[in-house]
């Protein structure tokens, strides 16, 4: 199993809304990421997760919230989002073990802000 | 930080070569990678290289030159479902940490 699930697929949402991500792996990776990617641009880090602890948050404004409950979960709460938060956020994992460590990229969730 | 130059776009005929170069700047460099992503999907993994030098892996190949801070990813026997978007990243290590920064992307269009 090398695929990283991501669920909602789409999610449309008003500036007051609290929604959540979640991102799913299975692959006994002990790294998990969020990235933010807006159309025609790449991936944009937001915060990388290190055996269950936050080792890298990318200087994200409050208003996104990571939480990794395990090793194999990893969630992004939103609150008060603005419309320019509209994009794709990728959800990714790896090993965590040095070496190559390649990532393994969900499908993405595409929100909408309004 | 990172610089990460590539190319926005290329197009080729099916069955032709293209070479996709990328030039990076880091302080910390811990390997490149190169991904592609097709419209609307996650990007997905295609090559690694750490030490210079050349990578091959099918259709695909990949080289790097870390004193020059260069690579460049080489699509042979091209396919119509080549065409995609293909980024360079680049792994720098911030103390303990490892961070994965991409370049903009360069769309590959393929041509009957």
């Known amino acids: 199993d090398t695929e990283v699930t991501q669920t909602p697929k789409h999610l449309v949402m008003g500036m007051t809304n609290k929604k959540s991500l979640k991102c799913e792996q299975h692959?006994?990776?002990?790294?998990m990421y969020w990235y933010k990617q807006k159309a025609k641009k790449p991936p944009e880090l937001m915060f990388v997760?290190?055996?269950?602890?936050?080792?890298i948050n990318e200087s994200v404004p409050s208003r996104f919230s990571p939480e990794c409950p395990n090793s194999s979960l990893l969630n992004l709460h939103l609150h008060a989002l603005q419309p320019e938060d509209s994009a794709l956020y990728l959800c990714?994992?790896?090993?965590?073990?040095?070496?190559?460590?390649?990532?393994?990229f969900g499908p993405g969730t595409r929100l909408t802000v309004t | 930080g990172q610089n990460i130059d590539q190319p926005t776009e290329m197009t080729a005929t099916e069955g032709a070569i293209v070479q996709i170069n990328c030039t990076y700047q880091t302080s910390g460099f811990n390997g490149l990678f190169w991904y592609q992503q097709h419209a609307g999907e996650a990007p997905t993994f295609l090559s690694y290289n750490v030490l210079d030098g050349l990578e091959e892996k099918g259709r695909f190949s990949s080289f790097l030159s870390r004193s020059k801070g260069y690579s460049y990813l080489l699509l042979k026997e091209l396919q119509m479902k080549d065409s995609a978007s293909y980024l360079c990243a680049v792994r720098d290590r911030r103390s303990n940490d490892y961070k994965l920064s991409f370049g903009a992307g360069t769309t590959v269009t393929v041509r009957a």
């Open positions: 692959m006994g990776h002990r790294a």
């Open positions: 997760y290190s055996y269950e602890k936050l080792s």
């Open positions: 990714a994992s790896s090993q965590g073990t040095g070496g190559r460590d390649e990532q393994y």
